[in-house]
């Protein structure tokens, strides 16, 4: 997008009340993840992000601990549709404000060696739901977007750009 910046990371405890609305987890994560910078400089913008996916009976898939949980969430995604949502909050020193963005993804049957190469060669352990729509597994068995491409990559670009557009100085 042309806008200027750099990464710092900072670990958080991921985990979140389980009485929160599974499309509210990313937004509360994403903001965890902002107060995790403490105080912001004036003139600073800190952008956060979280994604989830919520398979088709509403239940979160977090990243896969091991090959047989991100083997079993591909199996579970196999042939039907899930849903991404992907948040990100925006903090200044004046104050914050939280974004979120949904996807519908559909999956064609997946075969057990499509997913065990999948596993093997692009080690989706960081990946909520076991699986990055830019893999293999995305080219190879993603059928059907109803949304926002980069939403389910782990940024709603269109979002962030709107956003961030009263910080921009364009020359």
């Given amino acids: 997008m042309g806008i200027p910046f750099q990464v710092e990371v900072k670990s958080i405890d991921e985990s979140f009340p389980a009485t929160l609305p599974v499309a509210e987890v990313p937004g509360f994560l994403a903001e ?10 004036e003139g600073t913008v800190v952008l956060t992000a979280d994604t989830v996916v919520i398979d088709s ?5 977090n990243k896969p601990l091991d090959e047989q949980e991100a083997r079993g ?8 549709t899930h849903t991404v949502v992907t948040a990100f909050c925006i903090r200044t020193g004046t104050g914050q404000s939280v974004f979120s963005d ?5 999956f ?21 739901g076991g699986y990055g729509v830019q893999d293999f597994i995305g ?8 949304g926002s491409f980069y939403t389910i990559m782990g940024l709603p670009a269109h979002q962030v ?3 961030l557009s009263p910080w921009l100085l364009w020359d």
């Fill in 139 to 146: 080219l190879a068995g993603v059928v059907r977007i109803e």
């Fill in 102 to 106: 949904a996807a519908q993804v559909t």
């Fill in 32 to 41: 965890q993840k902002a107060m995790a910078f403490g105080e912001i400089a």
């Fill in 57 to 61: 009976h509403g239940r979160i898939m």
């Fill in 161 to 163: 750009y709107e956003a």
């Fill in 108 to 128: 064609r049957p997946l075969s057990p060696e499509e997913i065990d190469y999948y596993i093997r060669t692009c080690r989706p352990f960081d990946k909520a």
């Fill in 73 to 80: 969430m591909l199996q579970t995604l196999s042939g039907s």
